[in-house]
């Protein structure tokens, strides 16, 4: 968007959240509000974003990386203060600068879309986002003028008995001619209850001096939802969690319990999917259509395929192909990438493995650092011995490898395609292709054992 700044408030500490981790890198559905915040503004298409740090700096640095500019505000001394640290990126630019605060992470790129088109049209200097709320203690009040124009903006704790029975409240968040912005903020004074430099005292500057000053209401409350403690983290959670789960609702994937559903923000859920209760989605993870994604099962930054079923298991920054089922209590840890048409049972732990289309590993197994070829079936109870204490090896399965149940493959090792591993082997020696690998000591009954046992 030409000629459009943003100003991210994100230096206050946040004393109230009563945590070692600073206000704004909290998260809400899987990523801290700034950069809920951010990516919004990334959505308008701003020409340049400046993120104001102060606590926390470099962590919050490190969180958004290049995607912002930074200016340190030292020492927070109010709003008005931390928005006039952007002077020297922002001051010599023409055009629209919107203010708004890092922790408001429920505010969307739709209604900051909407309150830019807004203030253009109204030709204002200043617009305020506004909401009514059924109890706006904590907010500051929005005082109109008889003819509904934007008067000031008073703090609640600077309000008057009349002024604290205002309902519309301050959401935090303006669009600003830049230009007059970084003018006005330096006639900003410090003379109220906190001895702070309130942003909110630019409306009342440029008011006074005859600009208009415009204010746009948002549709939902919730929107506008400014986290200072735990409580109100927990309702942005809520919050967000439900409108990620309508949103997938109306785009055709069943969700059986939405309140007990947990879906991040990035995910990617195809139609006709159904996603059974205790469902934790999280990161950037894709899933394919028509699959069932069972109760209880935890999806972290993996890509699952079509028609699929994952049912009670967890799935972690790995590739689940099309047409395949995993678990019950199943784990698929990093790196691991499942084929089509794959079975991965109930109690089988895959970490980093490949396991070719077709492949079965019904129960009771543990694949490690191993490839595994197509069409290949690994008995109940098989390990791949993959570590000495020391380093890691790997197990290489060809093709049409038949490996019986409670098998030992002492990596580092390979089978060959259709070779076979009888039941109950240890493999400590390649296995070529098509033979019959057995590695057991020879079975010795003692007859008569026991009742020689009882007579000493």
């Known amino acids: 968007m030409t000629n459009t700044y943003a100003v991210v408030l994100a230096a206050g500490k946040g004393t109230r959240m009563k945590s070692s981790l600073y206000k704004v890198l909290h998260h809400v559905c899987g990523k801290p509000m700034v950069e809920h915040v951010v990516e919004n503004m990334e959505k308008l298409n701003v ?31 109010g709003t008005a203060h931390a928005v006039l640290q952007a002077e020297n990126l922002l001051a010599n630019l023409s055009g629209t600068t919107i203010v708004i605060c890092g922790d408001t992470p429920l505010i969307t790129a739709e209604t900051m879309r909407d309150l830019l088109s807004h203030h253009k049209e109204s030709g204002a200097k200043a617009t305020v986002l506004t909401a009514i709320a059924n109890d706006p203690t904590g907010y500051g009040r929005i005082i109109r ?19 604290l029975l205002v309902q519309e409240i301050n959401s935090g968040t303006y669009c600003f001619d830049n230009e007059a912005l970084f003018r006005t903020l330096k006639l900003v004074k410090n003379e109220n209850a906190q001895g702070e430099y309130y942003l909110p005292d630019v409306i009342e500057i440029l008011q006074k001096e005859g600009e208009i000053i415009s204010a746009f209401a948002a549709k939902d409350f ?26 997938h609702m109306r785009e055709g994937v069943t969700i059986i319990d939405p309140q007990s559903t947990y879906i991040s923000s990035d995910a990617v859920i195809g139609a006709d999917t159904i996603i059974q209760p205790g469902v934790l989605i999280e990161g950037k993870t894709i899933i394919g259509k028509n699959c069932v994604i069972g109760p209880n099962s935890h999806i972290v930054s993996s890509t699952i395929g079509d028609a699929t079923k994952i049912h009670s298991s967890v799935v972690l920054s790995s590739t689940v192909g099309d047409h395949t089922a995993v678990g019950p209590f199943a784990h698929i840890r990093p790196q691991s990438d499942i084929g089509n048409e794959v079975k991965v049972g109930n109690f089988v732990e895959v970490k980093k493995s490949t396991v070719g289309n077709g492949s079965k590993i019904s129960h009771l197994s543990y694949m490690g650092d191993a490839v595994i070829g197509t069409n290949v079936n690994i008995g109940c109870g098989t390990i791949t011995v993959n570590y000495d204490g020391k380093n890691k090896y790997l197990t290489t399965i060809g093709d049409d490898v038949f490996v019986g149940c409670n098998s030992n ?48």
Do not use: C, F, W
Not at 222 to 247: F, P, W
């Open 145 to 163: 003028a008889r003819d509904g124009a934007v008067k000031n903006i008073v703090e609640q704790k600077d309000a008057s008995t009349q002024e």
């Open 47 to 77: 020409e340049k974003i400046v993120t104001i740090v102060g606590h926390g700096a470099e962590t919050v640095k490190s969180e958004l990386g290049e995607r912002s500019e930074y200016v340190l505000q030292a020492e927070q001394l």
């Open 409 to 456: 493959l002492i990596a580092p090792i390979s089978i060959g395609n259709k070779a076979y591993v009888a039941a109950g082997s240890t493999i400590t020696k390649d296995v070529p292709g098509e033979a019959l690998a057995i590695g057991r000591v020879r079975q010795e009954n003692k007859e008569g054992y026991v009742s020689k046992l009882k007579l000493k």
């Open 222 to 247: 919730d929107e506008i939802l400014g986290v200072n403690d735990r409580i109100a983290l927990s309702q942005a959670e809520q919050t967000m969690k439900t409108r990620i789960a309508y949103h």
